[in-house]
């Protein structure tokens, strides 16, 4: 257990972080307190804004030997609950925000180095003016910062062809809850001299240090984009696709998306999206970058005659390219207007997917009848949001409140098939419980022997990742 | 300390793996107790070779209890000592190599899981049987065991595209120096629930625990290859070249590798290999995966006219592709034939590659005039294999007994350019001493934080990685 935030202990970070450091005031405390969707609302004594690593390292000094709890934010654009300060809980948030320098970019190595609060945005905007690619890629491109993209392992719709973010991570640097600065930011390709301290950080969402700066791998820019929308007559027959889309781009396919009716039926009448194709039951978006020019075609002729697809269309222009993306870009936030939906992050191996969407759709349908099952995602990577609009005419709190429950019921589906509960948002607060279900009494002793390790005085996140 | 080796202890160990299960007469134990190269040599009361991970685990009790080291070995391939049970410290050897079978393959979810002693080339085949393709690549794949290939996290040929055997890996089953079991092994793409495990195992070089299974990731089988062996004017001209080749090949450039003229006239000389192009200063073996038809000759083209390449041939069929990859397979052996070889195993930020490639010349030649630098490697990681065969009429032993001075006058350049002195083998027994010197404090007390966790009395693989 942490300890109350004192006067004297403000007085201690203000005289480190100077008033610009340290936010005590509601309405400047307001926006790091907010959770986008409104699911979660924090509390907290200060915000404190470091402007440097040595003025992080200098605040854990302050919060470890006051054991102070520090909820580290990046972005604060994370779906579980992991930035925002506990209320009840005197949970102090430390934003990145102002460390949001892009310290170097080489072309030739491949690299860039930038400190935890850049934007993912302004990390892809600097690769690509040298003629590069950093290819994570997610709707909250804008907002989200590097730190916390790689503090949730973040993934998004590039993982087929790039990895995660932590694929994408050559080195960090970061300030460990006693205030040492591991200095860890190297732009090496191969180093293999002792144990990986890296991943260890990486997607332990900010429970075991703070990000201060990373070391990211750039790629060439793509000069082409082959970007197909297509209707599939089964789920099983667009994993056909897919492998048959690898094996005759030349492994060119960065994106492969799953999109059902319903989806594309939101979209179109909440968010303005046009629907590229007519009714039909699922579809994919699926994109090659840089493949011969006529691997695109060759694919679809293949397809068709193996009954693949049903029907496609190939973007003509950059304009149709993004006409496609914002139906899929606009899925998540058009199912607001559709009432209540809950929500699932899940994975489930690739072959399993068919059977998986079956199950899980059947189970949810005979514990709520009526629910309308927008399922969509990167199935390439076995990803599926699995989100489930309430029945039409039900109360939407009374379906809300089925929120733990409903997830009981989907999860099962994805554990019986080898699966995972959270694919790409991380645990946080909101599936912390979880986590004694889904692990092994020994990989929970190792997570918290790793905790006691590296924060004995339980100062980083708590109540977070860790169950009780 | 662990302790020594009893007659009581050794009986336990029959007793859980039977007679074939464990080694006593020297004849037996011999070829565990050799390294390749004749570097180190073993000395060991047993070999044992459990046939299960089951038994693993109660191996590893036994050894706990009594506090015995254990060396685990997978395919005895390794160049750092590590896999070797030292001579006077009663060091008892754990070979996998009677766990090697191959638990299932899946051309669907692009996946393969065998227990750890399976050898590269059985992986690489059971891929190619369903078409895929499992890309690690190392010289010494038809003897080396995936176990030990992410205990080391191996690199290779082809990490420019795929990455090091750590990019490769799904999951892990691994025995924790108590025996425990942690399963792992799981074959999703996604999966961010707690703290990444297989990270802390992969590259741990067996001191952190004992892996025996693995999930691994594959990709489709590439259908055509463009291989290239080109004279480059200058190695900075090199860089020029390997950005060009991954731009206009559509980054499918898999291998780039940098090759001397000193090492082609000894590959020919000792090794029957054919010279692709009249003699030069430096060379580059180049080579696309499935692109388009003519992106070799436009990259060609464009590189004579920009002066990047000065000569080229490009393999017009499977047998002369064959032929260029003998020369730059049979560099390091060719070496043997010219006496005593200094070898270093080291990276630098790709950038820094001539500025490195000169400083450590001239550092080397100053130190011990007349050498003969045979400077060959993966260009496109910046890991140069940075060796010297000894002046022509010096004494072998004269010379090899400079091994250690003479790293370190190379390991100084190295480090100056902000480089790694084990970009590819490891630390193992060879290079422990000099993590003092490279990894900051906070960085080596945070290792043996994670050594004290998970093997409390030391009994994997003592003396290897960790300085004392």
């Known amino acids: 257990m942490t ?61 470890n030997t006051h054991e102070i709890a520090i909820v580290p934010q990046s972005g604060n654009t994370g779906l579980v609950g992991g930035q925002i300060a506990r209320p009840g809980h ?47 890629s997610l709707a909250s491109e804008g907002s989200c910062r590097i730190g916390g ?48 301290l890296r991943n260890m950080f990486i997607g332990s969402e900010g429970t075991l240090g703070i990000i201060t700066g990373a070391a990211l791998k750039l790629f060439p820019q793509v000069k082409r984009y082959d970007t197909c929308f297509a209707t599939i007559p089964s789920i099983a027959a667009g994993l056909s696709l897919l492998a048959m889309a690898q094996e005759m781009s030349g492994n060119r396919v960065v994106a492969f998306e799953l999109l059902p009716e319903i989806g594309i039926q939101f979209a179109a009448k909440h968010m303005q999206a046009r629907r590229p194709l007519p009714a039909g039951e699922w579809f994919v978006l699926f994109e090659f970058a840089d493949a011969s020019p006529d691997a695109m075609f060759g694919l679809m002729e293949k397809a068709f005659a193996r009954g693949f697809v049903s029907d496609a269309v190939v973007a003509q222009s950059s304009a149709q390219r993004d006409q496609f993306w914002h139906v899929r870009e606009t899925l998540s ?36 009848p009526g629910i309308r099952i927008c399922c969509f995602g990167h199935m390439g990577d076995g990803n599926m949001h699995f989100n489930i609009s309430q029945p039409i005419g039900m109360d939407k709190q009374a379906y809300l409140d089925q929120w733990e429950a409903m997830n009981e019921v989907v999860h099962d589906v994805v554990l019986k098939h080898g699966g995972s509960i959270s ?29 006691r390790m590296l924060d004995p005085k339980g100062i980083l996140s708590p109540g977070r990742v860790l169950p009780d």
Not at 105 to 127: F, H, N, R, W, Y
């Open 3 to 63: 300890k109350p935030v004192t006067a004297s202990v403000l007085e201690q970070f203000q005289l480190v972080l100077g008033p610009r450091g340290v936010l005590l005031n509601a309405p400047d405390k307001a926006p790091y307190l907010k959770e986008w969707r409104d699911r979660w609302h924090g509390e907290t004594k200060a915000v404190l804004r470091p402007a440097s690593t040595e003025e992080v390292s200098r605040t854990l000094q302050i919060a």
């Open 90 to 136: 005197d949970e102090i948030v430390l934003s990145l925000d102002r460390m949001t320098k892009i310290t170097s970019v080489d072309p030739t190595d491949m690299s860039l180095i930038c400190e935890a609060g850049a934007t993912l945005k302004s990390v892809q905007d600097a690769a690509a003016k040298v003629d590069r690619l950093f290819p994570l």
């Open 149 to 196: 993209n790689l503090a949730s392992n973040a993934g998004g719709v590039n993982v087929l062809a790039y990895g995660n973010a932590r694929d994408l991570c050559l080195g960090l640097e970061v300030v460990l809850a006693d205030g040492r600065v591991w200095n860890g930011i190297k732009t090496l390709r191969k180093d293999n001299t002792g144990y990986d």
């Open 333 to 368: 936030e058009s199912q607001r207007f559709e009432g209540g939906s809950i929500k699932h992050d899940v994975a489930v191996p690739v072959s399993k997917l068919p059977q998986f969407i079956a199950d899980a759709s059947e189970a949810a349908t005979r514990f709520i």
């Open 423 to 451: 694919a790409e948002h991380g645990i946080g607060v909101l599936k912390r419980d979880a986590m004694r279900k889904i692990k092994s009494p020994v990989e929970l002793e190792m997570m918290r022997g790793l905790k």
